[in-house]
Each structure stands twice: as structure tokens, then as C-alpha cells.
């Protein structure tokens, strides 16, 4: 098939990329023209694990290109893709902006063009955006054209640093559409993906764009409640947070996934699609209580992350913190709402030097400048340092040298802000060990 994707972000390359790799044709319209030359010489500007090299191969096959110019790209197209960025206004509303210019393009480009064309959304949108979006194109398209189209919502469900293996094997497809023979191309171009097992879910697009919201904001308030927990077992004498979610994450109903405590969620996705989904309800007239909190609770984590970290470390005393990781996530570099800017701008308030150490530290140089200082080697990073915080739970990180962080520190404090180490491991070595809800040392003060 014929694809145009609109947007080279996270979600519009990677899904350029995967159904290239399938051998349909594609062409991904960014309006950067440095990102479009560097991504036609296969130079991808993001960090996603294995998408480089899908780019590079299908780019060399012909099978993928990359342009600044939407028209000619979407007249020969068959389905039309729109990945590009939906962020978040200033009062938690989505910027629609972007997407209705593209839509704009989009309407303009099919008046010239013949046969059916399937125009899918992919951003994430506020709920009911499709009567938005659809309403942009048809005025575009005016009386008298011989285009035939038809619109889908199929929201993305990838998560970043795992969006190539989310791609390739989905937990589901969802396809919002009134139109069957736009759902009949959405099943054939997807079918490589599910051959297996159907994993797609048709309903309007109203369902899908409220699914894509829900989706998100389940999995949020699942991290918001275990890391309120967590704060409760902070002040309850004897509690170890990790104990007490293995105990409860063992009843089949509630589960292990998005129950890990953590110094806050981050991400492009859930602080943003959750104030969307919010804001969104109020203009339709409803004010969901429990919904409007969940942001707040996280950005309150954060805080507190911040303040019991700086609290601990005895700040007058301390002069150099090392910090392993500071990305949203493990496996990407991006720093978008990543807890580890509250936390560390706490620490450089206090006067505090801040040492860090990322695999994937591209981004967070733009963020932090010469505020922190940036180290190419997690050792390297904790030499003379007085406490070590742990703030994204790359894999290396898992198992650290408990002696080599012995010699090489000054303190003698580890704060595991995603609770990844045995503290007795860490007690044994002579650290005092700090985790999310669970305070070894302020349990013994009590
Ligand atoms: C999320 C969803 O997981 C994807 O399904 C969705 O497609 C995507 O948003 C999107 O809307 O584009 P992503 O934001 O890439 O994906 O990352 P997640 O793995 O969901 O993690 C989000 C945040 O929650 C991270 O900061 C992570 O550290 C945190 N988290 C996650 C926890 O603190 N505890 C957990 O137990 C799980």
C-alpha cells in the first residue's frame, strides 16, 4: 500500500518505519528540513531501541522517504497517517494547533486527488476531536471534488523504548471508524501484525479517541496510587513498601503492571493525555473528581521526592550528589516531565553540585547546561560524592559495585528513588539505603 505519514516524531517514525519494513511505500512529511535530510541519509534524531536500523534498511530498499511538502506525497497515497505533536496547553487542554494546519494540508492536497483515501489519526486527541478534524478537511475539500475519503481514529499504544516490539506485536489495534471499507484497508495494512491473532478492536471514532485517554489514565492512576502509598508507608513505623506491593499485587484482580513505586510518572504521554481528557470533560459539562487529582498527586510526588532527598543528605554538609539516570524511562532520551528535573533543580537550589550519569544523556545537556556536570562513566560520576541517587532504573544500574562505590564515595547514602536494590545488600556494604516507601534508617528513629 501507499502510506503518507505526517509527523517524524516518536510515534510517526516508528510507524513509518514498521510498515515500510513490511514492504508498502512510504513517505513521512516533516516540515524540519534538517530532521528530512538527516533521516534520508538513514540518521535518525531520536533514541528509540532497534529503529535506526529499520530506517536505514528500508530507506536503502526505496521502500521509505522523507519530504518537507505534504502535497504530492498525500495525492499518491492510499491511507494518509497524522502523527504529529499534540502538547499540552499551559492550562492542561491539548494544543490542537499542529494537527488542525495538517489537517489543513491534508484538505487542500485531496482536492486535487482521485479515488478513495483513508485519513487516519494517530496523535492523541482530545475526545471528540474527530468532528474537528473531519470538519477541517471537508471545508478544505470544498464542493466538486472527485476524492472520495474516509476517516479513522487509530490512536497509538506504543510506549517508548519498547515502540518497535509494541509495533510488531500489539496488545491491540484500535480502529475508530463509521466507514467499513476504511476498516477492511486499516485490517489489510495491519494484518501482517496479527496474523497470529486478531488483536483489532473496531468501534466509532468517539470510542476510540475516549479508549486511547482511558487507557492512559488508568495506567497513571495505578503509578499515582502506589507512590501515595508509598508516602504513607514512609511515616508508618516498620512498613517496606516493597513488601507490602508484593502482598498486594498478588491478588490476580489488582496485579503487578503500573504498581512500581517511583520518584514520580513522566513522559510526553501520561501528565499530558490525563489534564487533557480532564479539561475536555469540562467542556462537555462534567468535572470528574477522582480524574483531576491524578496530575496533582504526581506533581506533589515530585516535590516530595525533592524535598525528603534534600531533607536526608543534610544539605549544609554536602557539597557533591551523584545521579545515576535521569531520562523519563529506561531505553529512551527523553527528558519530557522526567522526575529528575523537580528533583536534581531542588538539589542545585541548595547549592548543591549535581553528578550525572545517563546512557542517553543528549537531551538532558539542553536541560541541565553546565548546572550539572555530565559524566560519560556511572563510577566516574560518583567519585567524592557524598550520597548516590538513583533515579532511572537503567540496567546497568541493577547490580552496582557496592565496593567501587565504597572507595570511590565520600558519603555513604543511597537513595533508590525506583526501589531496585536489596537494601540489607546495601546495609551490608555499610550505605544507608533510602527507597520509596521504604526508610530503613527513619523507621529506626520512629
Ligand atoms: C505510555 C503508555 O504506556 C503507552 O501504552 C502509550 O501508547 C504511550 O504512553 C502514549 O500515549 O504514547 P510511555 O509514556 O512511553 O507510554 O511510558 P510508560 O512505560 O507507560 O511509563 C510512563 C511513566 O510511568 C514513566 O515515567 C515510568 O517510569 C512511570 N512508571 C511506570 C512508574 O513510575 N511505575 C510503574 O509501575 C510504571
Known sequence: MKITICGCGYVGLVTGALFADRGN???????????????????????????????????????????????????NSDVIFLAV?????????????????????????????????????????PQGSYKILSGIINQELGDGSLVEWAYVSNPETLAE???????????????????????????????????????????????????????????????????????????????DMDV????????????YKFMFPSPGY??????????????????????????????????????????????????????????????????TDDMRDAASIPIITRLINEGINVNVYDPQDNKARGIFGNKVTFFNDQYEAVKNADALILL???????????SRLKTQMKGRQLFDLRNRWLPEAANRNGFDYFGVGRNYLLHEKI
Not at 168 to 181: A, C, E, L, M, V
Not at 299 to 314: D, F, P, Q, S
Not at 392 to 402: G, K, L, N
Open 161 to 239: 523504548g519498547t515502540a518497535v516490539k509494541d509495533f510488531q506485536s500489539p496488545d491491540r489495534i484500535i480502529i475508530g471508524t463509521d466507514s467499513d471499507k476504511a476498516f477492511l484497508i486499516m485490517k489489510e495494512l495491519y494484518y501482517p501484525f496479527i496474523i497470529k491473532r486478531d488483536r483489532i478492536m473496531r468501534g466509532s471514532p468517539a470510542d476510540a479517541e475516549l479508549a486511547k485517554l482511558f487507557s492512559n489514565t488508568a495506567l497513571a492512576t495505578r503509578v499515582a496510587m502506589i507512590n501515595e502509598m508509598a508516602r504513607v508507608a514512609d511515616i508508618t513505623p516498620g512498613a
Open 25 to 75: 511505500k512510504v513517505i513521512c512529511v516533516d516540515n524540519n528540513p534538517k530532521i528530512v535530510n538527516a533521516l534520508n541519509s538513514g540518521k535518525i534524531h531520536i533514541f528509540e531501541p532497534g529503529l535506526g536500523k529499520l530506517v536505514q534498511e528500508s530507506v536503502k530498499r526505496g521502500n521509505l522517504s522523507f519530504i518537507d511538502k505534504v502535497e504530492e506525497a498525500v495525492q
Open 392 to 402: 532511572t532504573e537503567w540496567r546497568q544500574f541493577d547490580s552496582p559495585d557496592f
Open 85 to 125: 505533536g499534540t502538547p499540552s496547553n499551559g492550562d492542561g487542554s491539548f494544543n490542537l494547533s499542529y494537527i488542525k494546519e495538517a489537517a489543513k494540508d491534508i484538505g487542500r492536497a485531496l482536492r486535487n486527488s482521485l479515488g478513495f483515501k483513508v485519513v487516519v489519526v494517530k496523535s492523541t486527541v
Open 266 to 331: 513522566g513522559g510526553s504521554c501520561f501528565p499530558k493525555d490525563i489534564q487533557g481528557l480532564v479539561a475536555q470533560a469540562k467542556i462537555y459539562g462534567y468535572n470528574p473528581k477522582l480524574l483531576s487529582v491524578i496530575h496533582e498527586s504526581n506533581e506533589v510526588h515530585k516535590n516530595y521526592m525533592g524535598e525528603r532527598v534534600a531533607g536526608l543528605i543534610n544539605c549544609q554538609n554536602t557539597t557533591t550528589v551523584a545521579v545515576w539516570g535521569v531520562t523519563f524511562k529506561p531505553q
Open 244 to 255: 507490602v506491593r508484593r502482598m498486594v499485587c498478588e491478588d490476580s484482580r489488582i496485579g
